[in-house]
């Protein structure tokens, strides 16, 4: 099988101004990844999938990142017909906040459909052009996105029958602020 | 009995119709290699309505909470949407909140049936993510241990399927019968019957006895006979045929495409099996065959897990023959002040429902900065519309027993 080199000059010579980086995994693992910008991605997946060196038919892990300042989505590539692999390839979004949209790889590799579902769940990338964006985990109305490290626990959050210790404080705390409400309600 | 509904007959839009070439042996992938199109949409004849049902999620046959919304014309499915979170508990973020070791016995409760090849995949994972090396007597274990798992988990699963199909009791008591022998043993050596806990990063917790192998290898001899027998109870019985054969047909560049692993893809006939491919522990050092299927049907994918269990007994045999002497944990391993150096690393192993993976990144700390679980059963489900996509409602029940899921996997 190519090196990760190898393969960022392949794909430089089959998708022309395609910006591709070479990500170094310093681990003993020594996977290291490609970083894909966001508006090559599909050309790039495509190449990967049906180019007869590589023949990437099979995207087996699609994951979410939540690093200081932008979100990332990686997807580990396995060969079935020529059994090799990983190929790690990954994207960034530009930040946190509003620019949270990448490409969906769902049209190249189905098996992307619940995963990327799930990292929009709970990482909130929205995967642009995926046939059925919607959480996968968490109910319709969940507001927020709970794997990303700034994600606070609603306080109301389900407590324990014999509560104890912190979930006992944040319990009375809720209940409290609760019967407050409730009272200046019923003054005014 | 049902037909299986052609295409063409019904108004069924099928984008990408291709159907298996050839008859036996492991298709040709190297043609378009593009198995994805939506699950084809079926139009209603015409006559009466839609019935729309929630099977679950506390149907008996959904192995757990998990939902299917069905769109019924008459018996015949046309929309399956299945719909997850029931059993969901952020094991990820609770796993990125604690120690690398501390989501070893939480990993037991992924797929609460296969606990030790969860235990694996993890295990796997950090010691790629170390560079640790395992002594020769743990990974015989681990393969004693990982093989014992895969066949109690096949035999249980066909266990359920036919339960499903009706036939209450005789065949998942046969299977549990030998299973509750393989659980005591796993009881003997980690102490727990489910939630063993087993393995640690650079080796497992505790050694085998020899009088611990001994009773294995009875075991071990004893599980031929219980092949054959079910097998014979089961593989040629007239219901099962007319049930499962030609029903919940997946065709093999669609499986590839949509990630399926496991005994689902060999079913299609897509040889590929990471004990083989990766070789991951000792694997490279058993021979053992991989058994593909014609049709990838459900009789199939029943058909693919007997014989898989007796490829189980051969390397289980194997390795209880050779395992050697020897520490079982790795010396140099530390438990305490357990810091990865900051990288990352997939690890995955051949579990008994497909494949599970593990991918960690390390930031340097005493936790994963990320920590992920690659779950088969979700993943098998992609294709299960499609699958059902045509047949009756009673069908549903078995190709979805046929994919075999845990929804403690599933949800996560």
């Known amino acids: ?188 | 009995m049902t037909e299986l509904i052609l295409p063409e007959q019904n108004g069924i839009r099928v984008e990408d119709s291709q159907v298996r070439k050839s008859g036996p042996g492991a298709p040709s992938l190297s043609g378009k290699p593009d198995g994805w199109s939506r699950p084809a949409t079926i139009v209603p004849d015409g006559e009466g309505e839609l019935l729309e049902i929630a099977m679950g999620p506390h149907h008996p046959s959904t192995h757990g909470v998990f939902r299917m919304d069905v769109a019924l014309d008459g018996e015949r499915v046309v929309r399956l949407k299945p719909v997850f979170g029931y059993l969901h508990r952020n094991h990820e973020k609770i796993a990125e909140g604690i120690s690398y070791l501390a989501s070893m016995p939480y990993t037991d409760r992924l797929d609460y049936i296969c606990p030790i090849t969860n235990n694996w995949a993890y295990a796997l994972a950090v010691e790629k993510l170390t560079g640790q090396e395992v002594p020769e007597r743990a990974e015989y274990l681990r393969v004693i241990l990982g093989e014992l798992t895969r066949f109690q988990n096949h035999a249980s699963s066909i266990g359920f399927l036919i339960q499903e199909m009706g036939a209450s009791g005789t065949p998942l008591m046969y299977a549990f019968r030998e299973r509750e022998k393989i659980l005591d043993l796993f009881e003997e050596l980690t102490g727990a019957r489910m939630m063993v806990n087993y393995m640690r990063f650079g080796g497992c917790r505790v050694d085998a006895s020899s009088a611990w192998l001994d009773k294995t290898r009875k075991v071990a001899a004893g599980l031929v006979g219980f092949v054959d027998e079910f097998e014979g109870l089961l593989a040629t019985n007239e219901i099962l045929m007319a049930r499962t054969q030609g029903v919940g047909v997946l065709r093999p560049e669609m499986a590839v495409n949509a990630g399926v692993t496991g005994p689902m893809l060999r079913a299609s006939g897509v040889n590929y099996d990471i004990r083989k491919v990766d070789g991951y522990g000792i694997y490279n050092r058993f021979n053992f065959r991989v058994p593909l299927g014609d049709h990838g049907d459900v009789y199939d994918r029943f058909m693919i897990r007997i014989l898989e269990m007796r490829e189980s007994i051969g390397i289980l045999q194997a390795a209880l023959k050779d395992i050697p002497g020897g520490p079982v944990m790795d010396p140099k391993a530390r438990s305490r002040g357990f810091r990865p150096k900051p990288g990352e690393a997939y690890g995955r192993i051949e579990a008994p429902k497909g494949e599970l993976g593990f991918y960690l990144i390390s930031d340097g700390g005493p936790n994963p900065y990320r920590y992920r679980v690659r779950p088969p059963s979700l993943i098998n489900l992609t294709v299960l519309e499609d699958m059902c996509l045509g047949h009756d409602v009673a069908d549903v029940v078995l190709i979805f027993g046929s994919v075999d899921i845990v929804l403690g996997e599933v949800d996560r």
Do not use: C
């Open chain 1, 1 to 188: 099988m190519k090196t990760v080199e190898e393969i960022k000059s392949a794909i430089e010579a089959a998708v022309p101004d395609a910006v591709v980086e070479f990500v170094l995994n310093p681990s003993p693992s020594g996977q290291h990844s490609l970083r894909v910008a966001p508006e090559d991605a599909r050309e790039v997946a495509r190449f990967l999938r049906d180019d007869a060196d590589l023949r990437l038919d099979f995207l087996s892990n699609v994951t979410g990142v939540d690093w200081p300042g932008y979100l990332e989505a990686v997807y580990h590539l396995y060969s079935v017909e020529k059994k090799h692999g990983p190929v790690v390839i990954r994207m960034r979004t530009a930040n946190r906040s509003d620019q949270v949209e990448l490409p969906s790889l769902t049209p190249i590799w189905r098996s992307a459909e619940f995963q990327e579902r799930e990292v929009f769940d709970l990482y909130g990338i929205v995967f642009t052009s995926h046939p059925d964006m919607r959480r996968l985990l968490m109910w319709d109305e969940f507001k927020d996105h709970p794997m990303r490290k700034d994600y606070v626990d609603p306080d109301d959050f389900e407590y324990e029958p014999t509560a104890h210790d912190e979930v006992l404080k944040r319990a009375q705390a809720h209940k409290a602020a609760m019967t407050g409400q409730a009272g200046s309600e019923a003054g005014a």
